[in-house]
């Protein structure tokens, strides 16, 4: 049957949202019309075509029969267009809105406690909804943390009526009454349940000395005597004693006792000295060296302090010994050669087996020491011609050690070594810039011109080269700085500009130490919120020039205190505000764990940015890449440079 007008079968003509028109008014007599649309004054709208009032229901139920066929449990909604029917749910579904724009439906899922009964309470059990009976009188819901189901409990069980001042305490199994303390007394503990103390555990003593129980409360000693001091006793009351545990003796000795106080010796005579005598107490003994001539050694014999006397008759004497256990002595003959000096300047040397005396030497003479034969003596200048600053050199030969002459060089040339056995190879002037700018060529015999890749140089002799070392290399005249960052006896690895493996190395040389400088930079704080080309700047408020001659950076390395806790930030070094190292696309280095050191790639320093010229050069760090979180904190970068 049609539930709205303009379903009737060509019986009704709408001619607008409040009118229409009966083309049969016998067919419409068979129908139940609804109000669908029509103004409030309906009984106008029919009045041309005499539509019996009875054909129009307008009530609400049988508006509802029209929808369709009527169950119990049915749900009218609209749907957007019409108002429809929702078929009952099943037993214990839920009438669930699924908000605007969306019809309601029943859902599954309902609390299902059984049968509850007054006092119940309603709680999950990590699975589905449970049913905690209810507790007995007086008991309270208790929770007993995270992953337990709830439960009733015992509320403070006291029975009688508790004297007023009573105390409540927990004996580790239940809660249990302390009954009301005596005037004056303290709540104390005896180190497992509260007790009631006296403060006073004894009777105050005038004049005693107050002190804490061990199990509480207060003490008094009894007076001491006038003198006496109040001593610690470890474990038990302190005690009053007497200072002097003896009578002092006038000129007496005083040491403290094994138990406290002190003691007096008797009076020493003339000349005796005190002897400890470990954990007993000292004693007077007599003196035995009280008496001396002058040169006289004193020293330490097998039971004390002895002298050893000077030699009465002879001099030149030396002081021996015969190692640990034994006495000094004075010793002279065999181990001195040659008589001592008598008057006039002379030599002592060890010529193997003695000490042996040398005579004098004439003005000018040298000292010359004559081996294998293990004797010195003096010696003329062989005859070399010399002027005012010239320097004598000793050359060594297959004759034995010659002395030569060089003249003096001219203000500001360095003495440089010569090699060779020859007198042609012996040190030579030479001007200061030529020998001491800091670089060493090394020979090309010891290396492979070609490099093997755009870090690593092939070595046949590594020897010249060390971890951390500056080094220059050169390509038809234009020059590269690095510094070594691995050694082997085959080859190095280089960390600065890349290598040109399609280029011969022409000039390979090495640096001297103080060619490296490092700079330490800190950023305080989190770092990598966000890019920033102005860490130094905007975090730190810090700007940076270079002060010093020409310098190249060759490498940096980055650490963080605090690590992001998504991805980690990148981080690069900016040259007057253009980045140095061309490493992941310019990005630079990306931090790793706290405290962990992470090395720009060796080869991704660009030769054409990393130039530091004197107060020209301006250096900033870059956040190229903001880390996952933005929570990376503390920044530290050390950046290594080399002079040229």
Avoid at 252 to 280: E, H, K
Wanted: a negative charge; proline letters at 4%; charged letters at 15%.
């Amino acid at each position: 049957m049609p539930t709205k007008i303009s379903e009737l079968p060509e019986i009704v003509t709408l001619v607008n949202a409040d009118i229409f028109t009966v083309v049969d008014v016998s067919a419409v007599a068979n129908y139940k019309i609804t109000l669908e649309n029509l103004a409030s004054n309906v009984a106008g709208a029919f009045a041309s075509n005499a539509i019996p009032w009875a054909a129009i229901d307008t009530t609400a139920l049988t508006f509802l029969d029209y929808l369709g066929s009527a169950v119990q449990g049915n749900i009218v909604y609209y749907d957007g267009s019409d108002w429809v029917l929702l078929a009952p749910g099943t037993d214990g579904d839920v009438l669930t809105t699924h908000g605007a724009a969306a019809d309601p439906t029943w859902e599954t899922g309902a609390i299902s406690i059984g049968s509850p009964s007054q006092g119940d309470v309603i709680y999950y059990d990590g699975s589905d909804w449970a049913n905690l009976a209810a507790g007995g009188p007086g008991q309270f819901l208790k929770t007993l943390g995270a992953g337990y189901n709830p439960t009733w409990g015992n509320a403070v069980a006291y029975t009688g009526t508790p004297a007023a001042g009573t105390m409540l305490y927990h004996d580790g199994a239940d809660w249990v009454t302390l009954a009301v303390g005596s005037v004056g007394q303290v709540l104390a503990t005896d180190g497992v349940d509260p007790i009631w103390n006296d403060i006073w555990q004894n009777t105050p003593v005038e004049y005693g000395s107050v002190y804490a129980g061990a199990t509480g409360g207060f003490y008094s000693t009894a007076a001491g005597t006038t003198g006496q001091v109040l001593t610690a006793n470890t474990g038990a009351a302190p005690t009053w004693n007497d200072i002097w545990q003896n009578t002092p003796v006038e000129y007496g000795a005083v040491y403290a006792g094994a138990t406290g106080g002190f003691y007096s010796t008797a009076a020493g005579l003339s000349g005796q000295l005190l002897q400890s005598n470990g954990a007993s107490a000292p004693t007077w003994v007599n003196n035995t060296l009280t008496s001396g001539t002058r040169g006289d050694i004193l020293f330490y014999g097998a039971s004390g302090w002895e002298k050893l006397t000077a030699p009465a008759t002879t001099s030149n004497n030396i002081l021996s010994h015969s190692g640990t256990g034994a006495d000094p002595y004075w010793a002279r003959g065999p181990l001195i050669s040659g008589g001592g000096p008598t008057g006039t300047p002379a030599i002592v040397y060890w010529s193997g087996s003695l000490y042996t005396v040398t005579g004098a030497g004439t003005d000018t003479q040298v000292l010359r020491a004559n081996q294998p034969a293990g004797t010195c003596s003096w010696d003329d200048e062989l005859g070399i011609t010399k002027t005012v600053n010239d320097l004598i050199w000793v050359q060594y030969n297959v004759s034995g050690n010659i002395f030569a002459s060089l003249a003096a060089g001219t203000r500001g040339q360095v003495l440089e070594s010569g090699e060779g056995t020859s007198t042609s190879e012996g040190p030579r002037w030479v001007d200061a810039d030529t020998v001491f700018d800091g670089w060493v060529t090394i020979d090309t015999s010891k290396y492979t011109a070609t490099p093997a890749s755009l870090q690593q140089i092939d070595m046949s002799d590594s020897s010249d080269m060390h971890l951390g070392a500056a080094i220059k290399y050169t390509y038809d005249g234009t020059i590269y700085y690095g510094i070594v960052d691995a050694v082997s006896g085959s080859y190095i690895y280089i960390a600065g500009p890349p290598l040109d493996t399609g280029e011969d190395i022409t000039e390979l040389q090495i640096g001297s130490s103080n060619k490296v400088v490092t700079k330490e930079f800190f950023i305080s704080g989190t770092y990598g919120d966000s890019t920033d080309t102005s860490l130094l700047k905007n975090d730190m408020d810090r700007y940076f020039r270079w002060e010093s001659p020409e310098v190249k950076l060759v490498a940096f390395s980055v650490t963080q205190d605090t690590v992001d806790t998504g991805t980690e930030p990148k981080i690069n070094i900016l040259n007057d505000t253009v980045r140095v190292s061309t490493a992941d696309s310019g990005n630079g280095a990306q931090l790793s764990g706290a405290g962990v050191w992470v090395d720009i790639n060796r080869s991704s320093i660009d030769p054409d940015e990393y130039t530091f010229n004197y107060r020209s050069s301006v250096l900033e760090i870059e956040c190229t890449v903001a880390g996952g979180t933005g929570d990376a904190a503390d920044l530290t970068v050390s950046c290594v440079f080399v002079y040229v």
